[in-house]
């Protein structure tokens, strides 16, 4: 069975900016009935730094906490820096996850780099 920290329990429990952003600058949105998950991932960006992000999520307790975290991390954020956001930086908010998670939780990436670019390709 895989353990969980603290802080990921936390943010499983009690996640941060779960909803929808009107009129979203982009979105990203991932189904993956393998891993039963469905996930879209809002951004709100204003003068080139992500103002919002909120999330819809079906997904497993580390896919959760990787979103809470990701979406308290990003408003502020540039493009490239929203970018560089990772599996190993979101995962040490966590305090860690377990290995055999991160495919899971790497899907919070993935959304974002979608919305980003569907944020690009509507600016472009």
Same mark, same amino acid.
């Given at each position: 069975?895989?353990?969980?920290?603290?802080?990921?329990?936390?943010?499983?429990?009690?996640?941060?900016? #779960?909803?929808?952003?009107?009129?979203?600058?982009?979105?990203?949105?991932?189904?993956?009935? !393998?891993?039963?998950?469905? @996930?879209?991932?809002? #951004?709100?960006? =204003? /003068?080139?730094? #992500? *103002?919002?992000?909120?999330?819809? #999520? /079906?997904? +497993?307790?580390?896919?959760? *906490?990787? @979103?809470?975290?990701?979406?308290?991390? @990003?408003?502020?954020?540039?493009?490239? =820096?929203?970018? *560089?956001?990772?599996?190993?930086?979101?995962?040490?908010? @966590?305090?860690?996850?377990? =290995?055999?998670?991160?495919? +899971? !939780?790497?899907? *919070?990436?993935?959304?974002?780099?979608?919305?980003? =670019?569907?944020?690009?390709?509507?600016?472009?």
């Amino acid at each position: 069975m895989d353990k969980y920290s603290r802080a990921t329990i936390r943010e499983f429990m009690s996640p941060s900016n #779960i909803g929808y952003i009107d009129d979203p600058s982009g979105t990203g949105h991932i189904t993956d009935n !393998a891993d039963a998950v469905e @996930l879209t991932l809002s #951004i709100r960006v =204003e /003068a080139g730094r #992500i *103002a919002d992000a909120k999330y819809r #999520i /079906a997904g +497993c307790t580390a896919l959760i *906490a990787t @979103l809470s975290v990701l979406s308290k991390e @990003l408003p502020g954020k540039t493009i490239d =820096e929203a970018l *560089a956001l990772d599996m190993p930086y979101l995962s040490g908010l @966590l305090e860690g996850l377990p =290995e055999s998670k991160w495919r +899971c !939780a790497g899907y *919070a990436v993935q959304a974002l780099h979608l919305a980003i =670019e569907d944020y690009q390709s509507k600016t472009s």
